[in-house]
């Protein structure tokens, strides 16, 4: 479907939490800065000065927060994805492990 270059991924937007896990409404306001989104395919990385690539952070299906503005919008099938800069991304999101 898609094949970014370099050190590009497209991701689709996700419904952010408008509640904390405690259940605190969070105001649109505390919304608005970031942006939650899944990753559907990441570029094979940066080419750095001696040649070699800089390896990928990123894989498809990892949830990423990234800034609200700056992100490139991509229509594809009725559907919006973006094209960020791996760079870009503030941080990828992960399960709690069970300290069981």
Known sequence: MFEPIADKIIVKATDANDTTDGGVILPDIAQ???MQAEVISVGPG??????????????????????????????????EYLILK???????????????
């Open 32 to 34: 608005e800065d970031t």
């Open 46 to 79: 940066a080419v750095m000065i001696d040649g070699s690539r800089c390896e990928m952070q990123t894989k498809p299906g990892d949830i990423v927060v990234y800034p609200k503005f700056g992100a490139k919008k991509l229509e594809y099938k009725g559907d």
């Open 86 to 100: 791996e760079l870009e991304v503030l941080t990828i999101l992960t399960k709690e492990k069970n300290n069981e």
